[in-house]
């Protein structure tokens, strides 16, 4: 049977990417003013809003300039037990991510607590573009271009007591859709934490979209945390409740097996963990491996938050 041939467009129709982007930002201008005309107080939706601020926001000099790991790999090869524990299960099944509406709440040792739709916590004008370093604690690596903003900002506007020493995060828990936690692999749902230096650190992002999109289900839609210079599993996705409390918490993976999983996580290359080297990675879409960095590179910026710790005892 012979096979459909699309035809080619010719490249004078093709619209060169600037005056694309001109356009839309034409149209959604004058679509928000066209409605507002029409019916006073009806304005764009909040997260139609925010979404349409992904693919402008500003880069930022906390960047690195590595070359980007491919969008393909990024949403193809990854971990996220809540839809599957091979690396082709999150996007595979990210359909069963239901991610509208979605409400975050924000409790414990702060002033002005409760719950909140995400539109309301996103707000466009702090987005950034974040290239980051990922160094997963398996072994594997990627530069990924996050967008998203300092979770520092989030906190501060919910005024955090004097009794907050720690930030605790917790996954969405939906065991009738998503098939992953239907199995005991994890005490559900998954759960990770911070100290507040480190929460409050300016590398420390909550992203909401990559390569200027919204964020795919498959890589923690619609909001994950983003801590550069930690091993990934420390990077909680698709979270549904931010708590912040004087004692320190127990993560998922920690309480699952403290002796393979600290509660730090800090990418160590002189640390190994107990059944395999942390001194060398492979970066996904390069051939070969390459040496870890300390603090994935970010030694500079956060060495400072762990003077005078053992790291090899708090690993």
Request: glycine fraction near 6%.
């Amino acid at each position: 049977m012979a096979r459909y041939r699309y035809p080619k467009i010719p490249e004078s129709e093709i619209t060169p990417e600037p005056l694309y982007r001109a356009r839309r930002r034409f149209f959604r201008q004058g679509v928000g003013l066209a409605v507002a005309a029409a019916a006073p107080g009806l304005l764009l939706r909040p997260a139609a809003a925010w979404q349409g601020a992904l693919d402008e926001a500003p880069g930022s000099g906390l960047s690195t300039d590595e070359p980007l790991t491919s969008l393909d790999d990024i949403t193809s090869y990854n971990n996220f037990y809540e839809l599957g524990t091979r690396k082709r299960d999150p996007s595979d099944w990210a359909h069963q991510l239901q991610t509208d509406p979605w409400t975050l709440s924000i409790e414990g040792e702060v002033n002005k607590p409760g719950e909140f739709d995400l539109s309301d916590v996103i707000r466009p004008d702090e987005l950034e573009q974040r290239i980051y370093r990922l160094r997963c604690v398996e072994a594997w690596s990627m530069v990924i271009p996050w967008v998203g903003f300092e979770l520092r900002k989030l906190l501060e506007r919910h005024e955090p007591t004097d009794r907050a020493k720690y930030v605790v995060f917790e996954s969405i828990h939906d065991p009738d859709n998503l098939r992953g936690q239907r199995r005991g692999i994890i005490d559900w749902p998954y759960r990770e934490g911070l100290r507040m230096d480190e929460a409050m650190h300016p590398l420390t992002l909550l992203a909401v979209g990559l390569y200027g999109k919204p964020m795919p289900n498959q890589n923690g839609a619609p909001i994950r945390l983003v801590v550069p210079w930690k091993y990934g599993f420390k990077s909680i996705k698709s979270i549904v409740r931010i708590r912040l409390q004087e004692e320190r918490p127990v993560s998922a993976w920690e309480a699952m097996s403290p002796e393979e999983y600290g509660f730090y996580a800090n990418v160590n290359p002189h640390v190994d963990h107990p059944r395999w080297s942390q001194a060398r990675e492979r970066r996904i879409g390069e051939p070969g491996r390459r040496e870890t960095l300390m603090f994935n590179g970010y030694e500079e910026e956060v060495a400072h938050l762990y003077e005078g710790m053992d790291l090899e005892k708090h690993f």
